[in-house]
């Protein structure tokens, strides 16, 4: 019997599995993501299942189907092993995976099997009848898979955790799931702006449910770190380093509270060996560019900075922020990061091309491209000395509505300098009608409303302003 193509297509998408769950590649770096997924298998016991499964479906957006198929069998020995009294219950995510990737293969009759095999265990599985199934574990897999394809899937990643969480409350892996997306979703709102809720609730409980987790216990010792709470925070890491001295994961973010902490080089040494266990990962090379880059900017303010060693500082930041958007060409803080790094080497060509690079792409979020312009403007402002430039890409960060951390730091800094050129006696139409722009972009019309027509009095036939004034009177 040949298998209808389209019935077959209907059927693969009621099927929970990563094929359905909308992960897009243009978040990831595939190659990064691959690296990150094959150290967790090698460090970490207990996760094969899940790590198997996200392994085929990166496997199969690398076009790499029969890897993807190889990795589906070693899903399913783990399957045998771990569950061998609830097999089908288990094996739902895997059967649909192995459904997609044979469809993709055009090798419909086996994508044709699997499909049933999924919608019969479903049927006996099920109380409903319909056969529609919702097992807690299911969301939990759909919230780790979200978790690792980064800050566009966290929200997502909380609701499926929540949602897992309604079934088993005390589950120690959806509450770590649940508190680790909190926990990322924090520290999203802090960077970029938007609802702070605070996730410390929620790492307690999963710091008690979990006792062996150090990689849960260390994201509680950042937040609480975050609190002011560092002393508290620290037991908790150095607890880590007793129970899991060679697991990567734990030690970055290990590395993390103590360059936090200002507690540089004890950081390095941690990243250092985190990266000898993997060698590839492109998180521990951000961070160790991140403590060379702190380095470098702590001597730059001692008063005769030993230039051999400022530059070797700024060097190695560089090496390892290079790796970083080598290996993750959608890292856009690590180009932040870059080039900063290249302007307190004074090496200001190349940090200008990194600048232009990373703002000439389309891909970058509105809320990371408001940081970019910022970290541009400040750079054209306090290297370059220019101040109509700086002028310039504050106001670029002001119009991307996002309303975020940098949103408001690029006003701060434009209204000081504008405001700091007027009253020095600078106050010429130009940089009264640029704070009028200002002010009607944050919506303070009626501020705006007064530059504007003091500007047009200093500069009677200007079209721009007498526009501005004239749109701003008539929306009041």
């Known amino acids: 019997s040949t298998v209808s193509k389209d019935s077959l297509k209907t059927s693969l998408l009621q099927l929970e599995?990563?094929?359905?769950?909308a992960l897009l590649k243009k978040h990831v770096s595939l190659?990064?993501?691959?690296?990150?997924?094959?150290?967790?298998?090698?460090?970490?016991?207990?996760y094969e299942?899940?790590?198997?499964?996200?392994?085929?479906?990166?496997?199969?957006?690398?076009?790499?189907?029969?890897?993807?198929?190889?990795?589906?069998?070693?899903?399913?020995?783990a399957i045998q092993k771990r569950h061998p009294d609830e097999i089908a219950r288990r094996s739902l995510t895997t059967w649909g995976n192995y459904a997609w990737i044979y469809y993709h293969m055009q090798r419909y009759e086996e994508a044709q099997t699997y499909v049933s095999k999924v919608e019969n265990s479903c049927k006996k599985l099920s109380s409903t009848a319909d056969g529609k199934i919702q097992l807690p574990e299911i969301y939990a897999e759909q919230g780790w898979a979200l978790l690792r394809f980064g800050r566009n899937y966290f929200e997502r990643a909380k609701n499926c955790f929540e949602k897992a969480m309604k079934s088993e409350p005390d589950n120690p892996d959806f509450n770590a799931g649940y508190a680790t997306a909190m926990y990322r979703l924090e520290g999203d709102a802090q960077r970029y702006g938007g609802e702070v809720r605070s996730c410390l609730d929620a790492l307690k409980q999963a710091v008690e449910l979990n006792p062996k987790d150090t990689t849960i216990a260390a994201l509680f010792a950042l937040e609480l770190q975050r609190l002011c709470r560092g002393n508290e925070g620290e037991r908790?890491?150095?607890?880590?380093?007793?129970?899991?001295?060679d697991f990567p994961v734990?030690?970055?973010?290990?590395?993390?509270?103590?360059?936090?902490?200002?507690?540089v080089n004890k950081a390095v040494e941690i990243l250092k060996k985190a990266l000898a266990l993997t060698p590839k990962s492109v998180v521990l090379h951000h961070?160790?560019?991140?403590?060379?880059?702190?380095?470098?900017?702590?001597?730059k303010k001692t008063r005769h900075s030993p230039q051999e060693e400022m530059a070797n500082l700024v060097q190695l930041a560089i090496f390892h922020f290079k790796t970083a958007i080598d290996k993750k060409p959608v890292f856009f803080n690590a180009y932040r990061d870059l080039a900063i790094t290249y302007a307190i080497g004074k090496r200001y060509e190349e940090a200008e091309?990194?600048?232009q690079?990373?703002?000439?792409?389309?891909?970058?979020?509105c809320d990371e491209k408001q940081d970019i312009y910022f970290n541009y403007a400040h750079f054209q402002q306090f290297h370059m000395k220019s101040e109509s430039k700086a002028i310039k890409y504050y106001i670029e960060g002001l119009k991307i509505e996002t309303n975020s951390y940098s949103r408001k730091k690029c006003s701060e800094a434009v209204e000081t300098l504008l405001k700091q050129k007027i009253e020095s006696g600078l106050g010429d139409a130009t940089n009264i009608g640029t704070l009028g722009l200002i002010h009607n972009l944050n919506g303070k019309k009626q501020e705006a409303i007064e530059c504007y027509e003091k500007a047009i009095a200093l500069d009677p036939n200007n079209e721009e302003y007498l526009n501005a004034l004239a749109e701003l009177q008539l929306s009041i």
Not at 32 to 45: C, N, R, Y
Not at 54 to 76: Q, R
Not at 291 to 296: G, I, L, W
């Open 17 to 21: 599995c990563h094929f359905t769950w």
């Open 31 to 46: 190659e990064a993501l691959e690296e990150t997924i094959l150290d967790h298998i090698k460090f970490l016991v207990g």
């Open 49 to 77: 299942i899940r790590d198997y499964n996200m392994l085929s479906y990166v496997n199969h957006l690398k076009n790499s189907n029969e890897e993807a198929l190889e990795n589906l069998k070693k899903a399913e020995e």
């Open 236 to 245: 908790y890491i150095e607890e880590g380093l007793q129970k899991t001295p």
């Open 250 to 263: 734990f030690l970055r973010h290990a590395a993390n509270f103590y360059r936090k902490k200002g507690e």
């Open 287 to 299: 961070q160790l560019g991140l403590c060379y880059k702190f380095k470098a900017l702590q001597l």
């Open 353 to 355: 091309e990194i600048f």
């Open 357 to 365: 690079k990373v703002l000439q792409r389309n891909d970058v979020d």
